[in-house]
């Protein structure tokens, strides 16, 4: 009855269906028949149980129908089969009936797809909504699964080569899909071998379905056996590497086959498509652990080539456009993309496992880490810095930014890397712009001046080559790095800015407003960086295109606002940026983009009426009309003018001048002065009827008359003729003619010999007698002369006429002597602030005020700025120095003057240089002139000067003293370009404003085509000393000897030495691209000895400019100048490609000049704090170039040392080292514990794979180690001032710090090999520690903070090391021979402190070793040690009280 029912229900649900008549009566005839003959043929019995179980079978292409449950199906037809009276035969033949119903592929098809659901009516809880195809259903009855399957795999060859039929369904996939996910497999193995075979016959398509469902379809257990076949697999057929890796990375793998199976990968990776390089990655990736992490990334690193990937699409695509056929640019452009999206692809997978495993971060960044030469850097390293960088961890995110600067620091991953990663792959690029911006922004807040040009390469290329989108946010980055205030990044950033307005004005235009942005925070920027910002704005707005027109108005209106400010500051800002503006708006146009070249009539408007406002705004303050002056001067320097804005500036400049500051020579000049007039600095003698002169003391007491009346009465402003506007004005003057006539000065040449209406110098002797407004006064003048003549010198000193250099180095003669003037004339006006010089920085930086900061500044200033008196101490010293070698002989001081000088103390003009005008660089070309020796030149020294031009030592020490400061400030610390100073930048670079508009390598330019001289000059000196070494048999200190000369020849060669030092210690020398401006320098030093330096490699340069230089070694006049040399020989040996082979010629001349007596002219010895500094960084020299540090330190300790300590009243020095003594010990003390602490760092850590030998070398260098650390803490009982003591305890406990660290690794390993070296070795550091316990005591009872403040680091090191040994001891067994007793407090001299006696000891040391030499070896027992241990504790006592003995002994 139930068959019945269901089968009334099925032919309801066909009518319903209307399916076609022709399928209704076979169907209902098919079930007749059944009903009738049930087992009549095996057909039927498959239809029957199928229809029992509850499925429909369907014709043609409509689906199989289902009106229960899958799971209810299976268990009717396992029931029904296993209820059969012929099972287990009827289940082939249910087979059977299954094979020939799907013989026809439509009915097949429909075995294969999911049954429809057939729902009684009403209830639609049966059955759920999606059911399985019915052979998925049948496979799921374990007693049919394997005939099923074998009837599939059989089935599955006639579909092979058929290809997807209709609808997109490939047959052959969905027979695979059926196997997948089964519950339970009943033969896996036999399944696996099945598959297996069918993927050796079958189509590519196929084979790839079939190995991508393998861990879907098998169980566990066959995972690793299917792996190894897959491995062979790969080998064989790359086409397959997509899919088998997709497997093998399911599959569930053994360590060992996977390790396998991944070197396998790897060795395939260079034949691999590039589509399929991403699977290849992942898995590479995703299948490494923890411990091979570095080895398989280095691996991938090296084979994964991506520069391969690219450039062939893209030199395709180049050629194709070349040939303008735009077919073939379009078929290679999706070639480009597709490599992009592969390389994108490969990115992620490295991504992916980025983030989710630390250990792969860590190899990545110890990987990039590890390469070493600038070649082997790869585009993948900083693609994957950037990956790093963009995950949100932390660590990563550091880590890559730490190897990111450490790399560009290095100079191994430079530019050109850069610029090709974002030129071949600038689409993926893209997907990390957060990531380098945040980056590019890290580096240029860096403080390190090598990382910044880096960060500016990654915004220049990333504005370049990205959307809008991030050109915006590049420009807001660079706004806010401006706006930080912080030197180097506002350098960068604005040089960035113009470099991009320069390279894309219409980009940069659509981000004016934001750049304009910067006008607001304008108070922290340098005068220099404001011209740079306004340069750059004024390029926008006022540019040939007018870009950025749109921000005329606001430029116009800040402007004006600042102009008409009364706040010196802003006023400043104003006439800087207008001046900008004018160089933009009258910029020299070319001819095709304006009317006839010539600039527009409305703009020479504009300018004009710009600079009138300049004008008039500047007129009331003589310092704002100054910087005006000297921004104009500028703007004609660097700027192309328009002709006509060029003749409107230069039309009245000349007669302006000569009517503000030139007089004829005539009648006398009438007025009341402080002092009586009288014309000075004639160097015209033929021309004194109808000649010229500078007004300068009638204006200077003018002008301080007109401030008088302006402070007692408030008059209307109007312009006033100012002093300061004289040297400003003259350059603007001299500019303008050179413009004119092409540097011809023939016009204003009398200016140079003309003379100044000034007093007799003579006043100066008697300035104690004089009003303090009269010494202010008197000062001003000199300040002013001195800048007038400095700014005569910048004028003429490039003419090329012998009477024009005659008079330019009169001028210098000029000023070397009103300099030795001026600084008695201020040490004895204290509390003067002199005029100003350079007006486009703050006018109250670095004035000094009280009456005592000259002396004293002076003394700092003089040190820091190396401009050192060879012999002597005080810094009165140079103003003789500098005074004495004037042409006129009537100036020189008497011996009681100079006496005089030294008990008041002159000051030095170091800390006066703002006030003084800048020097030109090209004045350094003066250098190029011979050099005068007073020696050689006595009563005729006049006449010889005119017939030759020779430069006079004192004016050399002047000009190289000014050449060493520009050194310092462009080529110390730069990198490639210059870069700011960090600390005091407004300190520092007072002084430097035309020298910061040249870039440090036309410095290092000029310096080396000044090369020549300055060896001439060097060789000039040697000679010199040479002969006054010969004539006074080789005394320093002889009769002959000039002690004015000697301080001014010495002064001149340390000079020299340092130039060439800062010259090749140049930074920028290490880049490809400046190798031979280095080879060009270092040749001209080799060829002073050797001739053909052209043809020379840079090896041997190096080693012929060594050569030469250390021929200089015998004439080295003080201390100070011999370390220059030992630096500068450092330096040019490091320019080669092998500085150790100098490392022993350098240590001999160090150790040379530490073994010699130092005697100043006068014959005392060297001494004072310059000669200390001197000697300590000469000791560093030594011991940093010499081959056995440690026993360098042994050998000035061990000998040098007890030598001074034996010495006699008379000869307080060490005999093998004379510049050690009473004085000097201290600096010797400081360098032989530093260095030694040094050392012991770099010693290798013990490790447990050492050999023995390894293991004796390391124990032996500790051995020397701890006995020279021995031989220096116990000079504490001799030399026990607090200074050594400080000395002691800080380098103490980083020594013991090292020897944890290092060396008890060491002894952990090597005691039982070494057992009696070690013991010895413990001893002898037991002895210093003890010794280090009693200076803490020591320090307690003096409580001196300087000393307490190293105790407790100190203390709790002594105490590690206590129980380091012990653990030392119990890791080898023989924790029985280590015991602790209490250690008593004792001051220096081992004395016990008392007032401690009650207390609790602080501090416990170990006395291990002693019992350890009475145990006979494995014989002892443990209860035998245990009984040892009171006569242990008795014998901690005894070796105290002994140590007491040897104490006071020893004392």
Same mark, same amino acid.
């Given at each position: 009855?139930?068959?019945?029912?269901?089968?009334?229900?099925?032919?309801?649900?066909?009518?319903?269906?209307?399916?076609?008549?022709?399928?209704?009566?076979?169907?209902?005839?098919?079930?007749?028949?059944?009903?009738?003959?049930?087992?009549?043929?095996?057909?039927?019995?498959?239809?029957?149980?199928?229809?029992?179980?509850?499925?429909?079978?369907?014709?043609?292409?409509?689906?199989?129908?289902?009106?229960?449950?899958?799971?209810?199906?299976?268990?009717?037809?396992?029931?029904?089969?296993?209820?059969?009276?012929?099972?287990?035969?009827?289940?082939?033949?249910?087979?059977?009936?299954?094979?020939?119903?799907?013989?026809?592929?439509?009915?097949?098809?429909?075995?294969?797809?999911?049954?429809?659901?057939?729902?009684?009516?009403?209830?639609?809880?049966?059955?759920?909504?999606?059911?399985?195809?019915?052979?998925?259903?049948?496979?799921?009855?374990?007693?049919?699964?394997?005939?099923?399957?074998?009837?599939?795999?059989?089935?599955?060859?006639?579909?092979?080569?058929?290809?997807?039929?209709?609808?997109?369904?490939?047959?052959?996939?969905?027979?695979?899909?059926?196997?997948?996910?089964?519950?339970?497999?009943?033969?896996?193995?036999?399944?696996?071998?099945?598959?297996?075979?069918?993927?050796?016959?079958?189509?590519?398509?196929?084979?790839?379905?079939?190995?991508?469902?393998?861990?879907?379809?098998?169980?566990?257990?066959?995972?690793?056996?299917?792996?190894?076949?897959?491995?062979?697999?790969?080998?064989?057929?790359?086409?397959?590497?997509?899919?088998?890796?997709?497997?093998?990375?399911?599959?569930?793998?053994?360590?060992?086959?996977?390790?396998?199976?991944?070197?396998?990968?790897?060795?395939?990776?260079?034949?691999?498509?590039?589509?399929?390089?991403?699977?290849?990655?992942?898995?590479?990736?995703?299948?490494?652990?923890?411990?091979?992490?570095?080895?398989?990334?280095?691996?991938?690193?090296?084979?994964?080539?991506?520069?391969?990937?690219?450039?062939?699409?893209?030199?395709?695509?180049?050629?194709?456009?070349?040939?303008?056929?735009?077919?073939?640019?379009?078929?290679?452009?999706?070639?480009?993309?597709?490599?992009?999206?592969?390389?994108?692809?490969?990115?992620?997978?490295?991504?992916?496992?980025?983030?989710?495993?630390?250990?792969?971060?860590?190899?990545?960044?110890?990987?990039?880490?590890?390469?070493?030469?600038?070649?082997?850097?790869?585009?993948?390293?900083?693609?994957?810095?950037?990956?790093?960088?963009?995950?949100?961890?932390?660590?990563?995110?550091?880590?890559?930014?730490?190897?990111?600067?450490?790399?560009?620091?290095?100079?191994?991953?430079?530019?050109?890397?850069?610029?090709?990663?974002?030129?071949?792959?600038?689409?993926?690029?893209?997907?990390?712009?957060?990531?380098?911006?945040?980056?590019?922004?890290?580096?240029?807040?860096?403080?390190?001046?090598?990382?910044?040009?880096?960060?500016?390469?990654?915004?220049?290329?990333?504005?370049?080559?990205?959307?809008?989108?991030?050109?915006?946010?590049?420009?807001?980055?660079?706004?806010?790095?401006?706006?930080?205030?912080?030197?180097?990044?506002?350098?960068?950033?604005?040089?960035?800015?113009?470099?991009?307005?320069?390279?894309?004005?219409?980009?940069?235009?659509?981000?004016?407003?934001?750049?304009?942005?910067?006008?607001?925070?304008?108070?922290?920027?340098?005068?220099?960086?404001?011209?740079?910002?306004?340069?750059?704005?004024?390029?926008?707005?006022?540019?040939?295109?007018?870009?950025?027109?749109?921000?005329?108005?606001?430029?116009?209106?800040?402007?004006?606002?600042?102009?008409?400010?009364?706040?010196?500051?802003?006023?400043?800002?104003?006439?800087?940026?207008?001046?900008?503006?004018? &160089?933009?708006?009258?910029?020299?146009?070319?001819?095709?983009?304006?009317?006839?070249?010539?600039?527009?009539?409305?703009?020479?408007?504009?300018?004009?009426?710009?600079?009138?406002?300049?004008?008039?705004?500047?007129?009331?303050?003589?310092?704002?009309?100054?910087?005006?002056?000297?921004?104009?001067?500028?703007?004609?320097?660097?700027?192309?003018?328009?002709?006509?804005?060029?003749?409107?500036?230069?039309?009245?400049?000349?007669?302006?001048?000569?009517?503000?500051?030139?007089?004829?020579?005539?009648?006398?000049?009438?007025?009341?002065?402080?002092?009586?007039?009288?014309?000075?600095?004639?160097?015209?003698?033929?021309?004194?009827?109808?000649?010229?002169?500078?007004?300068?003391?009638?204006?200077?007491?003018?002008?301080?008359?007109?401030?008088?009346?302006?402070?007692?009465?408030?008059?209307?402003?109007?312009?006033?003729?100012?002093?300061?506007?004289?040297?400003?004005?003259?350059?603007?003057?001299?500019?303008?003619?050179?413009?004119?006539?092409?540097?011809?000065?023939?016009?204003?040449?009398?200016?140079?010999?003309?003379?100044?209406?000034?007093?007799?110098?003579?006043?100066?002797?008697?300035?104690?007698?004089?009003?303090?407004?009269? #010494?202010?006064?008197?000062?001003?003048?000199?300040?002013?002369?001195?800048?007038?003549?400095?700014?005569?010198?910048?004028?003429?000193?490039?003419?090329?006429?012998?009477?024009?250099?005659?008079?330019?180095?009169?001028?210098?003669?000029?000023?070397?002597?009103?300099?030795?003037?001026?600084?008695?004339?201020?040490?004895?006006?204290?509390?003067?602030?002199?005029?100003?010089?350079?007006?486009? &920085?703050?006018?109250?930086?670095?004035?000094?005020?009280?009456?005592?900061?000259?002396?004293?500044?002076?003394?700092?200033?003089?040190?820091?700025?190396?401009?050192?008196?060879?012999?002597?101490?005080?810094?009165?010293?140079?103003?003789?120095?500098?005074?004495?070698?004037?042409?006129?002989?009537?100036?020189?001081?008497?011996?009681?003057?100079?006496?005089?000088?030294?008990?008041?103390?002159?000051?030095?003009?170091?800390?006066?240089?703002?006030?003084?005008?800048?020097?030109?660089?090209?004045?350094?070309?003066?250098?190029?002139?011979?050099?005068?020796?007073?020696?050689?030149?006595?009563?005729?020294?006049?006449?010889?000067?005119?017939?030759?031009?020779?430069?006079?030592?004192?004016?050399?020490?002047?000009?190289?003293?000014?050449?060493?400061?520009?050194?310092?400030?462009?080529?110390?610390?730069?990198?490639?370009?210059?870069?700011?100073?960090?600390?005091?930048?407004?300190?520092?670079?007072?002084?430097?404003?035309?020298?910061?508009? #040249?870039?440090?390598?036309?410095?290092?330019?000029?310096?080396?085509?000044?090369?020549?001289?300055?060896?001439?000059?060097?060789?000039?000196?040697?000679?010199?000393?040479?002969?006054?070494?010969?004539?006074?048999?080789?005394?320093?200190?002889?009769?002959?000897?000039?002690?004015?000369?000697?301080?001014?020849?010495?002064?001149?060669?340390?000079?020299?030495?340092?130039?060439?030092?800062?010259?090749?210690?140049?930074?920028?020398?290490?880049?490809?691209?400046?190798?031979?401006?280095?080879?060009?320098?270092?040749?001209?030093?080799?060829?002073?000895?050797?001739? &053909?330096?052209?043809?020379?490699?840079?090896?041997?340069?190096?080693?012929?400019?060594?050569?030469?230089?250390?021929?200089?070694?015998?004439?080295?006049?003080?201390?100070?100048?011999?370390?220059?040399?030992?630096?500068?020989?450092?330096?040019?040996?490091?320019?080669?490609?092998?500085?150790?082979?100098?490392?022993?010629?350098?240590?001999?001349?160090?150790?040379?000049?530490?073994?010699?007596?130092?005697?100043?002219?006068?014959?005392?010895?060297? #001494?004072?704090?310059?000669?200390?500094?001197?000697?300590?960084?000469?000791?560093?020299?030594?011991?940093?170039?010499?081959?056995?540090?440690?026993?360098?330190?042994?050998?000035?300790?061990?000998?040098?040392?007890?030598?001074?300590?034996?010495?006699?009243?008379?000869?307080?020095?060490?005999?093998?080292?004379?510049?050690?003594?009473?004085?000097?010990?201290?600096?010797?003390?400081?360098?032989?514990?530093?260095?030694?602490?040094?050392?012991?760092?770099?010693?290798?850590?013990?490790?447990?794979?050492?050999?023995?030998?390894?293991?004796?070398?390391?124990?032996?260098?500790?051995?020397?180690?701890?006995?020279?650390?021995?031989?220096?803490?116990?000079?504490?009982?001799?030399?026990?001032?607090?200074?050594?003591?400080?000395?002691?305890?800080?380098?103490?406990?980083?020594?013991?710090?090292?020897?944890?660290?290092?060396?008890?690794?060491?002894?952990?390993?090597?005691?039982?090999?070494?057992?009696?070296?070690?013991?010895?070795?413990?001893?002898?550091?037991?002895?210093?520690?003890?010794?280090?316990?009693?200076?803490?005591?020591?320090?307690?009872?003096?409580?001196?903070?300087?000393?307490?403040?190293?105790?407790?680091?100190?203390?709790?090191?002594?105490?590690?090391?206590?129980?380091?040994?012990?653990?030392?001891?119990?890791?080898?067994?023989?924790?029985?021979?280590?015991?602790?007793?209490?250690?008593?407090?004792?001051?220096?001299?081992?004395?016990?402190?008392?007032?401690?006696?009650?207390?609790?000891?602080?501090?416990?040391?170990?006395?291990?070793?002693?019992?350890?030499?009475?145990?006979?070896?494995?014989?002892?027992?443990?209860?035998?040690?245990?009984?040892?241990?009171?006569?242990?504790?008795?014998?901690?006592?005894?070796?105290?009280?002994?140590?007491?003995?040897?104490?006071?002994?020893?004392?």
């Amino acid at each position: 009855m139930m068959r019945k029912k269901r089968r009334s229900s099925v032919d309801k649900g066909e009518g319903a269906a209307a399916t076609t008549t022709k399928v209704k009566k076979s169907r209902s005839a098919g079930g007749k028949q059944k009903e009738a003959v049930a087992e009549e043929t095996n057909e039927s019995v498959f239809g029957v149980f199928l229809r029992g179980a509850g499925v429909t079978l369907k014709q043609g292409a409509t689906s199989n129908e289902i009106a229960v449950d899958q799971v209810v199906f299976q268990k009717r037809i396992q029931q029904q089969l296993q209820k059969s009276p012929r099972y287990p035969g009827i289940v082939q033949e249910f087979i059977s009936g299954l094979e020939s119903h799907i013989e026809d592929p439509e009915r097949f098809r429909n075995c294969l797809l999911p049954c429809v659901p057939r729902l009684p009516d009403g209830d639609s809880s049966c059955v759920s909504s999606f059911q399985e195809s019915l052979l998925r259903m049948l496979l799921g009855i374990e007693m049919l699964q394997t005939l099923i399957i074998n009837t599939l795999l059989e089935k599955l060859p006639e579909f092979m080569l058929d290809g997807a039929g209709d609808g997109g369904l490939s047959v052959p996939c969905i027979i695979i899909n059926q196997l997948k996910w089964l519950d339970r497999v009943v033969d896996s193995k036999e399944l696996a071998a099945k598959l297996m075979e069918l993927v050796s016959v079958a189509p590519v398509e196929v084979q790839r379905d079939i190995i991508t469902s393998l861990p879907e379809i098998l169980e566990d257990s066959q995972h690793n056996d299917i792996a190894r076949e897959l491995n062979s697999l790969l080998q064989e057929n790359t086409q397959l590497t997509v899919p088998i890796l997709d497997a093998l990375s399911s599959l569930n793998l053994s360590s060992s086959l996977l390790t396998e199976v991944r070197g396998a990968v790897m060795t395939t990776l260079a034949a691999v498509q590039l589509e399929d390089l991403p699977v290849v990655v992942k898995f590479i990736l995703h299948s490494v652990s923890t411990s091979d992490a570095y080895e398989v990334v280095c691996n991938l690193r090296k084979k994964l080539e991506l520069e391969h990937c690219v450039l062939p699409p893209v030199l395709q695509a180049s050629q194709s456009r070349l040939k303008n056929k735009g077919a073939a640019v379009s078929a290679s452009t999706p070639a480009a993309c597709s490599s992009q999206d592969s390389i994108t692809l490969i990115l992620d997978g490295i991504k992916s496992a980025v983030r989710f495993q630390k250990t792969i971060s860590e190899a990545w960044l110890k990987a990039i880490e590890s390469v070493d030469d600038v070649e082997d850097h790869k585009v993948i390293d900083l693609l994957v810095l950037f990956i790093l960088h963009s995950t949100n961890a932390n660590q990563s995110r550091r880590g890559a930014e730490r190897v990111l600067k450490v790399k560009v620091r290095t100079g191994q991953i430079q530019e050109a890397l850069l610029q090709k990663t974002f030129r071949d792959y600038i689409q993926v690029m893209r997907g990390y712009f957060p990531s380098i911006l945040a980056l590019a922004q890290s580096l240029l807040h860096s403080p390190d001046p090598c990382v910044v040009p880096f960060g500016g390469h990654m915004y220049r290329h990333s504005f370049t080559a990205f959307d809008s989108y991030c050109q915006q946010e590049v420009v807001g980055s660079l706004v806010t790095h401006v706006c930080s205030g912080v030197g180097g990044e506002v350098d960068m950033a604005l040089e960035l800015l113009s470099g991009l307005v320069t390279e894309k004005p219409s980009e940069m235009a659509l981000y004016a407003v934001f750049v304009k942005g910067i006008l607001d925070y304008m108070d922290n920027l340098t005068p220099q960086q404001i011209r740079r910002l306004f340069h750059l704005l004024s390029r926008l707005a006022f540019g040939q295109q007018q870009q950025g027109a749109h921000i005329q108005d606001d430029m116009h209106i800040v402007i004006r606002k600042q102009l008409s400010s009364t706040v010196p500051k802003y006023k400043r800002i104003g006439i800087i940026g207008a001046v900008m503006i004018v &160089g933009s708006m009258g910029a020299l146009r070319p001819k095709a983009e304006s009317q006839n070249g010539s600039l527009p009539q409305e703009t020479l408007r504009q300018v004009t009426a710009l600079l009138e406002l300049v004008q008039s705004s500047s007129e009331s303050s003589p310092e704002a009309a100054a910087l005006y002056y000297d921004e104009l001067a500028n703007l004609i320097l660097t700027s192309m003018l328009d002709p006509q804005v060029q003749e409107m500036i230069g039309k009245s400049v000349l007669d302006d001048f000569q009517e503000d500051f030139v007089v004829d020579l005539g009648p006398d000049i009438t007025g009341s002065f402080p002092f009586p007039v009288r014309l000075m600095y004639n160097l015209d003698e033929d021309e004194s009827q109808g000649g010229i002169a500078i007004n300068l003391m009638p204006l200077l007491a003018k002008d301080l008359q007109n401030k008088g009346e302006q402070q007692s009465q408030i008059k209307k402003a109007h312009k006033r003729v100012s002093p300061l506007c004289l040297s400003p004005f003259f350059r603007l003057l001299r500019l303008c003619e050179e413009k004119r006539h092409q540097g011809d000065l023939e016009e204003i040449d009398a200016l140079l010999g003309c003379s100044l209406v000034l007093t007799d110098m003579d006043i100066v002797e008697k300035i104690e007698s004089l009003s303090k407004a009269e #010494r202010d006064f008197l000062c001003t003048l000199l300040f002013h002369t001195i800048n007038w003549f400095r700014e005569v010198i910048n004028a003429f000193c490039r003419q090329k006429e012998t009477e024009m250099k005659m008079k330019v180095m009169t001028r210098l003669q000029n000023i070397t002597y009103l300099q030795s003037l001026l600084e008695r004339a201020l040490a004895g006006t204290p509390g003067y602030v002199p005029p100003l010089a350079n007006f486009d &920085g703050e006018s109250t930086d670095g004035i000094i005020l009280s009456s005592t900061a000259p002396v004293n500044k002076a003394k700092k200033d003089g040190s820091g700025k190396k401009r050192k008196a060879p012999g002597k101490n005080s810094s009165g010293n140079n103003s003789q120095l500098e005074e004495g070698m004037e042409a006129d002989e009537t100036q020189q001081p008497e011996k009681e003057k100079e006496k005089e000088k030294e008990v008041r103390q002159g000051v030095s003009l170091v800390s006066y240089r703002q006030f003084f005008r800048e020097l030109d660089m090209e004045v350094l070309s003066v250098l190029q002139c011979g050099l005068l020796s007073r020696s050689l030149l006595d009563s005729e020294l006049n006449t010889k000067v005119r017939e030759e031009v020779l430069l006079g030592p004192a004016e050399l020490v002047f000009l190289l003293e000014d050449m060493l400061r520009k050194l310092e400030f462009c080529l110390t610390a730069v990198p490639a370009k210059r870069a700011p100073f960090l600390k005091g930048r407004t300190d520092k670079s007072v002084g430097f404003s035309h020298l910061q508009q #040249r870039s440090s390598k036309d410095i290092a330019s000029c310096c080396v085509q000044l090369l020549p001289a300055l060896c001439s000059h060097l060789e000039n000196c040697h000679n010199h000393f040479q002969t006054l070494l010969s004539e006074n048999n080789g005394v320093v200190d002889g009769p002959a000897t000039d002690i004015q000369e000697h301080q001014l020849m010495s002064s001149g060669y340390q000079l020299l030495l340092q130039v060439l030092n800062t010259t090749f210690s140049w930074s920028g020398f290490s880049q490809p691209g400046q190798r031979s401006l280095l080879k060009k320098a270092l040749g001209v030093l080799a060829e002073r000895l050797k001739e &053909g330096g052209a043809e020379m490699n840079m090896e041997q340069l190096v080693k012929h400019s060594f050569k030469y230089l250390l021929n200089f070694r015998s004439t080295m006049p003080s201390l100070s100048t011999a370390l220059c040399l030992s630096q500068l020989l450092s330096t040019v040996s490091e320019r080669g490609g092998n500085p150790a082979a100098y490392r022993e010629q350098t240590a001999s001349l160090a150790r040379r000049f530490l073994s010699q007596e130092w005697v100043t002219a006068s014959g005392e010895k060297e #001494r004072g704090n310059k000669f200390n500094e001197a000697l300590q960084t000469l000791l560093r020299v030594y011991l940093v170039h010499v081959d056995d540090i440690l026993k360098a330190v042994e050998e000035i300790a061990g000998e040098g040392i007890p030598e001074l300590l034996n010495a006699s009243k008379d000869d307080m020095s060490s005999a093998s080292w004379p510049t050690l003594n009473r004085q000097t010990f201290l600096v010797f003390y400081k360098v032989l514990m530093a260095e030694l602490e040094k050392a012991v760092r770099k010693i290798p850590a013990g490790k447990i794979s050492d050999n023995t030998e390894a293991q004796s070398e390391k124990l032996l260098t500790w051995n020397l180690a701890v006995r020279d650390f021995h031989i220096l803490v116990n000079l504490v009982k001799v030399f026990d001032t607090r200074l050594v003591l400080n000395v002691c305890l800080k380098y103490g406990r980083l020594f013991l710090e090292s020897f944890l660290k290092l060396g008890m690794p060491l002894l952990d390993y090597s005691f039982k090999r070494h057992k009696e070296d070690v013991q010895s070795l413990l001893k002898t550091f037991q002895l210093s520690t003890r010794q280090l316990h009693h200076m803490c005591g020591h320090s307690k009872i003096h409580q001196d903070t300087s000393l307490t403040n190293h105790v407790p680091a100190l203390k709790k090191s002594l105490e590690l090391f206590l129980y380091r040994v012990k653990a030392m001891l119990t890791l080898n067994n023989c924790q029985e021979a280590f015991w602790m007793g209490n250690l008593k407090n004792r001051n220096l001299k081992g004395e016990e402190i008392l007032s401690q006696r009650s207390q609790e000891s602080e501090e416990e040391e170990e006395e291990e070793e002693e019992e350890e030499r009475s145990l006979p070896p494995q014989e002892q027992s443990e209860e035998e040690a245990q009984d040892s241990d009171s006569e242990g504790s008795k014998q901690v006592n005894r070796i105290e009280d002994g140590d007491q003995d040897s104490t006071d002994d020893s004392d």
